[in-house]
Each structure stands twice: as structure tokens, then as C-alpha cells.
């Protein structure tokens, strides 16, 4: 059974830096596109940052040059390093997986809260 855990988000001050981890567990992806989604309430979940199979990474207009992420395909681990975070970037963080030829990621992290305050 295919399990995505995120690592435990936190309270920053603004301006500070957080680093998330996702450890997969049940099967490989190293042939599928990853990516870190948020969510605040009452709002739709918005897209954060991809990256894909070749290691190209695409990134939300609000988090270019401010957010990083990364995978290793040996350990099986995504991760998105966060600085100069400001307090909009409050949200559940989830990780999540696209499966080959699938346009939506099917697997979903059961979310993490990181909280900026100002």
C-alpha cells in the first residue's frame, strides 16, 4: 500500500527558513513526477512546486526564488526548502505523486501545518 508521510511543519517567525521532508513508503517513484501542494481553509488547494522525473522543477509565482525542492530517488524522499518564508505562506503542506501518463497527482501525504507568523 503506497504511504506518503510528511515530516512535522511548525510556527516560523517571518523571514525564517523550514524545511519539509516526505518519506514514501509501499512502492518506488522514481518514474513519477512529485510535487508539494498547500492549502489554507476555504481555499483550493494550490500547487507550490513540481519536479519531475529528470529532476526539472517548475514553482508557483509567489515562491520563485524563495522555495526549493528536491527528491531522492535512492531514499525514496521528497523535500521542499523554505526561506524568507512571510506569513501567507501559512497552509497545510501535502506531498503528492503523479503517476506516469496520469495529468493528476493520485497520491496524497496526509498534510502538514506550517504556520509564519508576522
Known amino acids: 500500500q503506497v504511504q506518503l508521510v510528511e515530516s512535522q511543519g511548525g510556527l516560523v517567525q517571518a523571514g525564517g527558513s523550514l524545511r519539509l521532508s516526505c518519506a514514501a513508503s509501499?512502492?518506488?517513484?522514481?518514474?513519477?513526477?512529485l510535487g508539494w501542494f498547500r492549502q489554507v481553509p476555504g481555499k483550493e488547494r494550490e500547487i507550490v512546486a513540481t519536479i519531475g522525473v529528470n529532476g526539472n522543477t517548475d514553482y508557483a509565482d509567489s515562491v520563485k526564488g524563495r522555495f526549493t525542492i528536491s527528491r531522492n530517488n535512492v531514499k525514496n524522499t521528497l523535500n521542499l526548502h523554505m526561506t524568507l518564508l512571510k506569513p501567507e505562506d501559512t497552509a497545510v503542506y501535502y506531498c503528492?505523486?503523479?503517476?506516469?501518463?496520469?495529468?493528476?497527482?493520485?497520491?496524497w501525504g496526509q498534510g502538514t501545518q506550517v504556520t509564519v507568523s508576522s
Open positions: 509501499g512502492r518506488t517513484f522514481s518514474s513519477e513526477a
Open positions: 503528492a505523486v503523479r503517476a506516469p501518463g496520469v495529468p493528476v497527482f493520485g497520491y
